[in-house]
């Protein structure tokens, strides 16, 4: 049964079924019409017996008797008559029965009707009522007989019907229901072979949902969007590969060109200064960002389960603004710090310094000279959050849903003036969604940006 195809299966299931209800009612039926005909029959037997008894009844004495009795039954169709005294002598039987004597019970109960079924065997099957009544001169034992010729010919014929419509009947739902099965199974082929069609290069290709009601429907919109997905994480990777080549270009494209300038005119010193600079500059761009290419394709592939260890964020987030301290007062802005107490988080702390410095990097980078920047650790019931607000350039509303994305930036060129890749945000998310945790930018054109670092509150609070 396990090698068998659905539509097989189903179809042998349904037969089987079918055959055991097809037999059940083929059965009773037979049973009812043999019980019913036979019914009949013994309908017929009581009815002449009680016009044979009326005559015994009537008589007063046997030879009368006897006489009325030839009268009436001699000649009867259908049906055989015989009178015995208990002795079993007989005094009374129509001509058609002849030599053969119907048998009589010895123990009878007075007025009962017995009905046999004689089996005589050179002969056809007999129905018998028998009934021992008082006769005019002792008691009488009158029988009726019925032959079951024509009774066992149409329960022959019955049999013969339904011992043939019954297979037929089988066979016919049989082809009937593996039609049926192989109709409503055809679309599995037909997703079959459209998936089969699916690859790399035609992810494109959907499947043809004819009902998205019915199973067939449903699991076909599954492997739509199953699809659909896969489609959409394959072009991300394509265009991140593309950005990742276009990033690493440049710097590359820029070292070149000055070899070149260098290999091209004797330089004197101070040419030969600033064009160095200029190469180590672009060199310590190209090993940002593969530094941070590395770190996201870390944080996606999620190798190395970090460390997790509890992490006091007030603190961390204190020394890691002291950290960017310097940056910030080289643009004459404000760092100013608030927090309320000690909120312990489970996390790695190295990870989650980079988030700090990534938002606060940002903070700097896109706030002018005397701008504030502030950072807020807010600890609550069971979420701390990291609040860096600055009142620099912000971003327009446009690009907001984007700024996540890998390698966008809103302006390119102010970007790469400032050193940016367009990865930080991307590397702060991924670090923050491995920690549990969510990340939101709100911000004002020109009146500033405020990150929000939501990170679950560990429940173990000893850092
Ligand atoms: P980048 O390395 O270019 O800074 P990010 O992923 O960190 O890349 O940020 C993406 C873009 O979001 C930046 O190019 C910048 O335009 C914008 N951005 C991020 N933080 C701020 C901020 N605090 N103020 C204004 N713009 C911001």
């Known amino acids: 049964m396990r090698g068998l195809s659905i539509r097989w299966r189903l179809t042998l299931w349904y037969g089987g079924v079918l055959a055991v209800v097809l037999a059940a009612f083929g059965i009773s039926v037979y049973l009812m ?3 019913h005909m036979l ?54 039987s129509n001509p058609r029965l002849g030599d053969r004597q119907l048998p009589v019970r010895a123990e009878l109960s007075m007025n009962k009707n017995y009905y046999t079924s004689l089996e005589p065997k050179e002969d056809r099957r007999w129905r018998v009522i028998t009934r021992k009544v008082a006769g005019p001169d002792g008691p009488l034992v009158v029988q009726v007989a019925r032959s079951l010729g024509d009774f066992d010919h149409e329960m022959g014929e019955l049999l013969a019907v339904l011992s043939v419509a019954g297979p037929v009947a089988l066979l016919v739902a049989l082809s009937g229901g593996y039609f049926l099965a192989r109709r409503a199974l ?9 998936a089969n069609e699916v690859t790399a290069q035609r992810l494109n290709q959907r499947l043809d949902v004819a009902n998205p009601h019915d199973e067939l429907g449903r699991l076909g919109q599954t492997l739509n969007g ?37 290999l091209g005119k004797p330089l004197d010193e101070a040419e030969k200064q600033t064009l160095l600079s200029n190469v180590l500059e672009e060199c310590e761009r190209l090993t940002h960002i593969t530094d ?24 961390l987030v204190e020394a890691a603004a002291e950290t960017m301290r310097p940056l910030a007062e080289a643009k004459n802005q404000r760092l100013v710090m608030t927090g309320n107490g000690r909120a312990v988080v489970s996390g790695d702390p190295s990870r989650l310094r980079q988030v700090i410095y990534n938002l606060l990097d940002n903070a700097i980078k896109y706030t002018p000279e005397q701008g504030r920047i502030e950072v807020a650790t ?52 991924s670090i923050v969604a491995a ?4 990340i939101e930018l709100r911000s004002v054109p020109q009146r500033g940006a405020t990150c929000t670092v939501s990170l679950p509150i560990s429940s173990d609070r000893e850092p």
């Open 33 to 35: 019409m043999r019980h």
């Open 435 to 438: 920690h549990g945790g969510r």
């Open 39 to 92: 019914e009949r029959i013994d309908d017929g037997l009581r009815e002449e017996l009680s016009d044979v008894l009326g005559e015994v009844e009537r008589a007063t004495e046997r030879g009368a008797m006897l006489v009325w009795l030839n009268r009436r039954f001699a000649r009867h169709e259908g049906f055989d008559f015989q009178i015995t005294t208990t002795d079993g002598e007989r005094l009374f």
């Open 186 to 194: 055809a679309p599995v082929d037909h997703m079959t072979a459209t």
């Open 292 to 315: 941070q290419l590395l770190t996201l394709s870390r944080e996606d592939a999620g190798i190395a389960p970090f460390p997790r260890e509890p992490v006091d964020l007030h603190a």
């Open 378 to 429: 807010e600890a609550a019931d069971s979420t701390v959050r990291i609040v860096v607000r600055d009142n620099g350039i912000g971003i327009p509303p446009e690009h907001l849903p984007r700024v996540f994305d890998r390698f966008y930036r809103v302006d390119k060129a102010r970007s790469r003036a400032e050193d940016g890749s367009g990865l930080g945000l991307s590397i702060v998310q």
């Open 226 to 262: 199953m699809i659909s997905r896969l489609e959409r994480s394959f072009l991300e990777m394509q265009r991140f590969t593309a950005d990742a080549s276009h990033e690493l270009r440049t710097p590359i494209a820029v070292i070149r060109t000055e070899a070149e300038v260098a």
